[in-house]
C-alpha cells in the first residue's frame, strides 16, 4: 500500500471512529426501545455498527451513515422478531439517559408506563411508534426504513397511537404539558 492509500485508510478508520462514538448513545436508545433490552440492545447496536464498517466507504461519502445504521438496526430486529416467536417481557432497568434531577418519582412513573404500553403494543406498532416519534423520522422516512408504503406507516400510527391511549391513558397530554421523554 502506497503512503497516499495509507492515509485514506487511517482517515478511514478515524472517521468510522468518530461517527461510533458520537452516535452509538443515540442508536442504543433506539435499540433498546425496539428490543426491550439492555444487553439485547447493545448487540443489536453492535451489529449494526459491524454491517455499517462493511459498507462505510459508500456511506461515508454519500452521508447516510447513520441511516443505514439504523435501517440495519431495524431489519436485523425484524429478523429476530420473525426467528424467534417468544413472548417479549421488558425486563432489567431502563437506562436512564436524561440527566440528574432532583425529584424521579414523576419521571420514573411515565417511564414505567411508557416502558409497560410499548411492550404490550405489536412489533410493528411499536417499531413505528419508536422510528416517528422516538428518532423522529418522517412517515416517508419511516416507511423507507420499514419497507412498506406511507400508507402503512399512517395507519399502524394511528392504530398504535389509539392503543397507547387506552393502554396508558396517564400519558395522553405529556406533550402539551411539557414532559420529557
Known sequence: MTGREGA???ASVADFDAFVRARTPALIRSAYLLTGDQHLAE?????????THRAWRNLHATGNAEAYARKTMYHLQVTRWRRRRVVEAFT???PDWSGVQSDHADHTVLRLSLRS???????????VIILR?????TEAQA????????????SQT????????ILAPELDGLHKTGGTR
Do not use: W, Y
Not at 117 to 127: D, N, V
Not at 133 to 137: A, G, I, K, N, T
Not at 145 to 154: A, D, L, N, P, Y
Open 158 to 165: 394511528a392504530k398504535a397511537l389509539e392503543r397507547l391511549r
Open 117 to 127: 404500553a410499548l411492550s404490550r403494543l405489536t412489533p410493528k406498532q411499536r417499531a
Open 133 to 137: 416519534f422516538f428518532d423522529d423520522l
Open 8 to 10: 485514506k485508510v487511517d
Open 92 to 94: 432489567g432497568h431502563l
Open 143 to 154: 416507511a423507507e426504513t420499514m419497507g412498506v408504503s406511507v400508507g402503512t406507516i399512517k
Open 43 to 51: 448487540d443489536l447496536v453492535q451489529s449494526a455498527l459491524g454491517l
